[in-house]
C-alpha cells in the first residue's frame, strides 16, 4: 500500500503535518492551498496571536517590576506602538509560512497555489490565482480547509472599526476603547492582551462569567484578574448589533443598552469551511453544523476521502488538527495507527496567567471516582520571589490508586508547566509517583508535587 497518489486541500496544521507523514510513506503528495502554507494557524490564528500577546507580556512584566525594586525613572507611561508590533506579527508569520514550505518542497511535496475542490472521489480540481485549472488524480484525498471567523448579518465586519480577529493586525494605533464581542477563549485572549497594551477594553459576554467552557476557578480568577485591571466585564449581556456612527463603533445588547467604542472585535466563534467543495456531491456526509463527519482515524463517509482539523469540529486546536491529519495518512496509506484519543487533549489559554488544563474536570472528579486537590501559588517561595500573586494548581486522582485523571495549571506559562500533568495522565502515574520525582527548590514545579502530596491516600482509603 506505498507509492500512492495524496491531494491534500488546505495547508494548516492538519494539511502539512499530513503532506509530511505521507511522503515519510513514499507517496506523492500534492497540498493545494489558496491563501498561504501554514493555513490560518500561521498566518491569522495561532502564530498572530501569541506574538501579539508575547508584547503584552513583556508589557505587564515592565508594569510589575516596580513591586521587585525596579523603577521606570521618570516614566509614566509605556506606549505602544502597535504598528510597529503589527509589522512583527505579520512578518514573524510570513517567515513561519516560508519555512513550513521550504521543509514541505524539500521533503518533496508539490505545492500548488489555489483553490481545490473535489469532483470525484479520485479527482481534485485546482485552480490557481490566475484561473487556471488543473485536475489531480488522487489515490486519496484530504480535506484540510480549516474554519473561519463566524460573522454575524447584524454586525458585519468592516476591516476598520468593526473586526474579526484576521483584521486585527492592520490596525497602525491601539483602539482608543476597544469593545470585545465573545468571552470564549479568543475573546477573552485578544480583551486580556488589549488591556495589557494599554487599551480600555469592554468585554461583553453573555454567560454568566467569562470562559464558560473553561474550570470556574480559573474562570472566576481571569474574570477578577481583568476588572482589576480596569476592564469592563458586562456579564449576561448578548450583543444583538453592531453598527458604524461615524468615527465609533456602537454595540447594541439584547435588552437595548448600547456600548460605544471606537472599535469592535468580533470573537463569535468560526464556521467550518466545507461549502463548495463538492464534498456532499462526492457523498461525504457533513453533521447539521456543516462539518466534516469523521471517525477516530479521520475517515469520512467516502473510504477515500479522509478529512482533518478545525473543518471536522473535533477539538478546535492546531494540535489536534495536526494529530488527525497524521493519523489520516497512516491509516489510509497502511501504516501502525491509534485512532484519536481527545481524552488527553492539553489546552490552554494565553490570558494573563495563562490556563492549561488536561484531562477530566474538578466538575466531573466524582463521576469517576475521583477528587481534586488546589494549591494557590502565592504560598509557594519562588512565587512570592518572582511577585506572582495570583494562580493555582490543581491536581485530579482517582480515589484508592490515586491515578492522575486530570490537572488544571494557572499561572505564568501555565502551557509549559501543564506537560507534566499531560505525561502524568496520558501515562497513568500515580499521584505517589509524581510526587516522588524531585522537584527544584525554589521553584514554582513544587507545588505540582505538594498537590500531588495532598492526595495521597492513606493504606486504609486505597
Ligand atoms: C485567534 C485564534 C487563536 C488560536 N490559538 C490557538 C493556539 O494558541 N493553540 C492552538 O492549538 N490552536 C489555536 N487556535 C486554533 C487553531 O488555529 C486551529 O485549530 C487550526 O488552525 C486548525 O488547523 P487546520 O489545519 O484545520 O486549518 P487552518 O489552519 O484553518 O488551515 C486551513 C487552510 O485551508 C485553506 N483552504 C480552505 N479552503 C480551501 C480550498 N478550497 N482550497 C485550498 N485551500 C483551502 C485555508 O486557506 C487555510 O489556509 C486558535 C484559533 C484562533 C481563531
Not at 332 to 341: F, I, S
Not at 373 to 388: D, E, H, S, Y
Not at 407 to 413: A, D, E, F, L, Q
Not at 433 to 458: D, K, V
Amino acid at each position: 500500500m506505498r507509492g500512492r497518489q495524496v491531494v491534500i486541500v488546505g495547508g494548516g496544521p492538519a494539511g502539512y503535518e499530513a503532506a509530511l507523514v505521507a511522503r515519510q510513506l513514499a507517496s506523492e503528495v500534492t497540498l493545494v492551498e489558496r491563501q498561504g502554507v501554514g493555513g490560518a494557524a500561521v498566518l491569522t490564528d495561532v502564530v498572530p496571536s501569541k506574538t501579539l500577546i508575547a508584547t503584552a507580556e513583556w508589557r505587564s512584566v515592565i508594569e510589575s517590576a516596580d513591586e521587585l525594586g525596579v523603577h521606570l525613572d521618570g516614566a509614566t507611561a509605556l506606549p505602544v506602538d502597535l504598528g510597529e508590533v503589527n509589522a512583527r506579527v505579520r512578518g514573524l508569520a510570513a517567515q513561519q509560512s516560508a519555512d513550513i514550505r521550504a521543509r514541505l518542497e524539500r521533503e518533496g511535496v508539490r505545492v500548488f497555489d489555489g483553490a481545490g475542490r473535489i469532483v470525484t472521489a479520485g479527482v481534485v480540481q485546482a485552480t490557481a490565482a490566475d484561473g487556471a485549472e488543473s485536475e489531480l488524480d488522487a489515490d486519496v484525498i484530504l480535506v484540510a480547509t480549516g474554519a473561519s471567523p463566524r460573522v454575524l448579518s447584524s454586525a458585519r465586519p468592516d476591516g476598520e472599526r468593526i473586526l474579526t480577529w484576521t483584521q486585527l493586525y492592520s490596525l497602525t494605533e491601539l483602539p482608543e476603547r476597544l469593545i470585545v464581542v465573545g468571552s470564549g477563549v479568543t475573546g477573552a485572549e485578544f480583551a486580556g492582551a488589549f488591556g495589557a497594551l494599554g487599551c480600555d477594553v469592554v468585554l461583553i459576554s453573555s454567560r454568566d462569567r467569562v470562559l464558560p467552557g473553561e474550570d470556574p476557578d480559573a474562570a472566576a480568577l481571569i474574570e477578577e484578574a481583568f476588572r482589576r485591571r480596569g476592564m469592563r466585564v458586562l456579564s449576561r449581556s448578548r450583543a444583538a448589533a453592531a453598527e458604524r456612527r461615524g468615527d465609533s463603533v456602537v454595540v447594541t445588547l439584547e435588552d437595548g443598552r448600547e456600548v460605544t467604542g471606537s472599535h469592535c472585535l468580533m470573537a463569535v466563534g468560526g464556521v467550518p469551511n466545507s461549502a463548495g467543495l463538492g464534498l456532499e456531491e462526492a457523498g461525504v456526509a457533513l453533521t447539521r453544523s456543516g462539518h466534516v463527519q469523521v471517525d477516530r482515524v479521520s475517515r469520512t463517509t467516502v473510504p477515500q476521502i479522509y478529512a482533518a482539523g478545525d473543518v471536522t469540529g473535533v477539538l478546535p486546536l492546531a494540535s489536534v488538527a495536526a494529530t488527525q491529519g497524521r493519523i489520516a495518512m497512516w491509516h489510509a496509506l497502511g501504516d501502525a495507527v491509534a485512532p484519536l484519543d481527545t481524552r488527553n487533549v492539553p489546552a490552554n489559554v494565553f490570558t494573563a496567567p495563562e490556563i492549561a488544563t488536561v484531562g477530566i474536570s474538578a466538575a466531573a472528579a466524582a463521576e469517576h471516582g475521583a477528587r481534586a486537590t488546589t494549591v494557590p501559588l502565592a504560598r509557594n517561595a519562588r512565587a512570592k520571589m518572582q511577585g506572582i500573586h495570583e494562580g493555582f494548581i490543581k491536581i485530579i486522582a482517582r480515589d484508592g490508586d490515586g491515578t492522575v485523571l486530570g490537572g488544571v495549571v494557572v499561572g505564568p506559562r501555565a502551557s509549559e508547566f501543564i506537560h507534566v500533568l499531560t505525561l502524568a495522565v496520558t501515562t497513568r502515574v500515580t499521584v505517589d509517583q509524581l510526587a516522588s520525582a524531585m522537584t527544584i527548590y525554589p521553584s514554582l514545579s513544587g507545588s505540582m508535587a505538594e498537590a500531588a502530596r495532598q492526595l495521597h491516600a492513606a493504606p486504609s482509603q486505597r
